[in-house]
Structures are given as structure tokens and as C-alpha cells.
């Protein structure tokens, strides 16, 4: 996840001071890409200065002060803690500092695992998708019964179940016009790495770094057990698509430009992405972020992708070309495809 590149600052501050510059200590001076963010030596310095001089501090306060010092905050201002926190943890898995213990234990699991599961209707719901229109779709507020729903529907419905969200996102449940659901959808982080994606934009590690942002990835879609109703899910598909842009930025200050996903080809065809008119771009090599030494077996997905705009590569830092010829974005309109995921 490091990327390394020689930098010389003619001044850089540690602990508050400034150093005057030295040729000598600034031919040494390196910084990596860490979680978005370049991260020099005199960085790492302050980190280690921090632990040293608050003892007493865990790792929620210092990456709270790293976001205070560096002033890393998002499009509305607030600090990137959680960024920061996890930035905190990579440079550890790089033998870069080591961190205090952890002061509480994640209540994660212990909250996955009481999550109820979610009502079903009292019959299924099997129709054309004329009989459900219009659909309404609807952003889930936290500690809403809304939220409620679709954690249960995720933790009991969902193969890959249900986990706390980190960074950015949007949850989305859909209703039918007499108020019944029948799906929820989950935009979040894009993935740090992929070749084919980062082939298909022309992205190389500084645009990547700068743009990652930009991009959403759909990372969990749920049509429930009890819904069958044809051409459904590539229709909610197109209806997320068109506003997903403005929830974005109403939410975070900053828009994307492209939504992407990974689908488990040995468990599912990718109908509906296709249907919804999202670019399959190749596939993932069966390898986990955390798996440098090439040992762990992961399922192979197929990468879609779904341009928002159709100078979508421009918006993220890369000049149309003519290997990478800018294409139109496409206005899903729930075209025709079942719901096979």
C-alpha cells in the first residue's frame, strides 16, 4: 500500500520546531502515499514524538491530534479521524511505529451478532415491476428504524452479512408504492488498488492517490430472499445513479464521478450491473490487499464500472487520450435484466 518517492522540504516542523534545512538530512527525507496522504519521515517523527510524550494517550486522541496538526479535515470541514486511524494501523503493518494497545475491544462482532433480522411481509412479493412503481428511495439516518431494517436485512440476508461502515457512505432502502421493501444498497470506499480500473482511467499512483475520493464502490446489494419481481435490481440501479452525485456532495462536500463494485463470478453473473449499463472492466487475480506473500485464496470478481459523467476521467485527474478515448456517461433507465447480482 506504500509508495515511496524522494522529497527535500527546504523547512520542516517536528514536534512544533522548525528545522533549518539541511542537505544532508533532506537527500534522506522519503515519503509514501499512506491512505491517500503523502507521509514523509519528519511525519512518522511526529507520530513516534506524540506517543512518547503522551503516554496515556490511545489511539482514538492521537489520530485526532493528527488531524488537528495537519489539518486534515473533509470538504465540510470535520476531522478525518477515522482515516487518520486507519492511516495509523498501516504505517504499524509496515514496521513503522507501534502503536499503544487497544483500550477497548471493537464492539463490532458482539453488534453483528445481535442484530435482528428484519421483517418480511407477510407474503412474498412476486409481480412485474410495473406493479411496484414508482419506487421510493430513500438515504438511511442513523438510528432510524430505516437503519434498523437494513442492518438486519444485510446481517441475515446478505452472504457477506453485515459489518460496521467506516469513511464515507451512503445506505439506500427501496420501498414499493404501498411501502414494502425490496432492496438495500451500500456505497462506500472505493478499493485502494485495482489494475484493471486504474488501467481503464489511466490512473498511475499520484493520480490514484489525489482522485480515490471521486469513485464509490458498491459494496453490498440486497434484493430480499422473499422478492421476485423481474428487471428490479438493475432498475434500482439506474434510480440510485441519477442522484447518487448530489447525495454525495450534500453529504461530503465533494462529488464522484464513477461508481464501481466486484462481483463473486461463482456466485453471480453480473446480470444486472450489465443490464444497468456498468462496464465490465476484467477481473480481480483471487488476492486479498493483505496478501503479500501471495498465500491467501480469495474468490475471483469481476470489476464494473459506472461513468456518472462523460468527461468522467478528466474529472478525476486524467487527460482523455487516445488509448483511453473518454465514453459517454450512460442514463441507466432500468433497462431489461433480472436480478440475478
Not at 519528519?42 to 493528527?66: C, H, K, Q, Y
Not at 486511524?85 to 451478532?113: F, M, N, V, Y
Not at 428511495?137 to 446481517?155: E, H, K, Q, T, W
Not at 430472499?225 to 423481474?230: A, C, G, I, L, T
Request: glycine share 6%; hydrophobic share 40%; charged share 20%.
Amino acid at each position: 500500500m506504500f509508495f515511496v518517492k524522494s522529497k527535500c522540504n527546504n523547512n520542516f516542523f517536528f514536534a512544533g520546531l522548525v528545522w533549518a534545512g539541511c542537505p544532508i538530512l533532506c537527500a534522506m527525507t522519503k515519503t509514501r502515499v499512506v491512505q491517500g496522504r503523502e507521509v514523509s519521515d519528519a511525519d512518522i517523527e511526529l507520530i513516534r514524538f506524540l506517543m512518547v510524550t503522551n503516554p496515556t494517550w490511545g489511539r482514538t486522541l492521537l489520530s485526532v491530534e493528527l488531524c488537528r496538526r495537519w489539518n486534515w479535515c473533509n470538504a465540510q470541514g470535520r476531522l478525518k479521524d477515522m482515516a487518520a486511524r486507519t492511516l495509523l494501523l498501516k504505517l504499524e503493518r509496515a514496521g513503522h511505529i507501534q502503536l499503544p494497545p487497544s483500550q477497548r475491544t471493537s464492539p463490532d462482532a458482539s453488534r453483528t451478532r445481535h442484530i435482528p433480522a428484519a421483517p418480511a411481509p407477510s407474503e412474498p412479493i412476486h409481480a412485474t415491476l410495473r406493479d411496484l412503481r414508482p419506487l421510493l428511495v430513500n438515504i438511511v439516518a442513523p438510528g432510524s428504524d430505516d437503519a434498523r431494517m437494513f442492518d438486519g436485512l444485510l446481517a441475515h440476508e446478505h452472504y457477506l452479512g453485515h459489518r460496521t461502515t467506516v469513511g464515507e457512505n451512503i445506505r439506500y432502502l427501496v420501498r414499493d408504492r404501498q411501502g414494502r421493501t425490496v432492496a438495500c444498497v451500500l456505497f462506500g470506499s472505493a478499493a485502494w488498488k485495482c489494475a484493471d480500473r486504474d488501467a481503464f482511467l489511466g490512473w498511475d499512483r499520484t493520480a490514484r492517490a489525489h482522485n480515490l475520493q471521486h469513485i464509490t464502490n458498491n459494496t453490498r446489494f440486497l434484493i430480499p430472499s422473499w422478492v421476485q419481481v423481474p428487471h428490479l435490481a438493475s432498475h434500482v440501479l439506474g434510480l440510485i445513479a441519477r442522484r447518487i452525485r448530489s447525495d454525495w456532495q450534500a453529504k461530503y462536500g465533494h462529488p464522484v464521478y464513477a461508481l464501481e463494485t466486484f462481483v463473486d463470478r461463482s456466485r453471480f453473473k453480473g446480470t444486472c450491473y450489465r443490464a444497468a449499463n456498468w462496464v465490465r472492466l476484467g477481473a480481480t487475480q483471487g488476492r486479498t490487499r493483505n496478501d503479500r506473500a501471495h498465500r491467501i485464496k480469495a474468490p475471483i470478481k469481476d470489476v464494473y464500472l459506472y461513468p456518472l459523467i462523460a468527461d468522467f476521467r478528466a474529472r478525476l485527474g486524467v487527460a482523455p487520450s487516445a488509448e483511453n478515448p473518454s465514453i459517454p456517461a450512460r442514463e441507466a433507465k432500468g433497462q431489461t435484466g433480472n436480478t440475478g447480482l
